[in-house]
């Protein structure tokens, strides 16, 4: 049984920095591309990085350079470290299994003063 689960978020300031985790059961995470999605009220789901098997990595414009995606292939489990957040940040984030499409429940990251 597939399950993807997400814990990480909350509230910070700006400036500050959240690790998103992705806990994967079911399937490999190292055999396969996974990304990390958010979405903000009123808005698209958008693609914030993805990972490829090789652990090729893509940012979207709005977050390189802040935000890193890595995995531990011991954990199986995927991360999203996000520092210099910004209040445009804010937003429901979702790990993402491609192959499989399957999504995360989602965690909400607020940034705000």
């Known amino acids: 049984q597939v399950q993807l689960v997400e814990s990480g978020g909350g509230l910070v300031q700006p400036g500050g920095s959240l690790r998103l985790s992705c806990a994967a059961s079911?399937?490999?995470?190292?055999?396969?591309?996974m990304g990390w999605y958010r979405q903000a009220p009123g808005t698209q789901r958008e693609l914030v990085a993805s990972m490829s098997d090789s652990g090729y990595a893509i940012y979207a414009d709005s977050v390189e350079g802040r935000f890193t995606i890595s995995r531990d292939n011991a954990k199986n489990t995927l991360y999203l470290q996000m520092d210099s957040l910004k209040p445009e940040d804010t937003a429901v984030y979702y790990c993402h299994w491609f192959f499989g499409n399957y999504w995360g429940q989602g965690t909400q990251v607020t940034v705000s003063s």
């Open positions: 079911g399937f490999i995470v190292s055999l396969y591309a």
